[in-house]
């Protein structure tokens, strides 16, 4: 049971060292900065989805990045209506 603490102290300090660099990549690039600005996106956010799209013109239109990342909209169907939701 003595390594235990040990162990989670390891995995804390990585864990903050890993952190730092993953802000630090998100204040200096442009477009991580620019995705910060929606509300709810944090830098771990940014980081990931400017690494999951890194040629956005590889997209015919913003739908299609649903494909890549699990991002699928709702649809709403019933005998009278069809639509797409967010």
Known sequence: MGSLPAARAKLRLDFSRLHG????IAR???????????????PIVGVAFKSAID????????KTVGAVLP???R?????ESKGIGG
């Not at 660099?21 to 630090?24: Q, R």
């Not at 649809?75 to 005998?79: A, G």
């Open 21 to 24: 660099k993953v802000l630090d």
């Open 28 to 42: 200096n690039d442009a477009t991580c900065r620019r995705l910060m600005t929606v509300p709810g996106v944090e």
């Open 55 to 62: 040629i956005p013109q590889r997209f015919k239109n913003s």
């Open 71 to 73: 991002l699928t909209p």
């Open 75 to 79: 649809l709403y169907e019933s005998r």
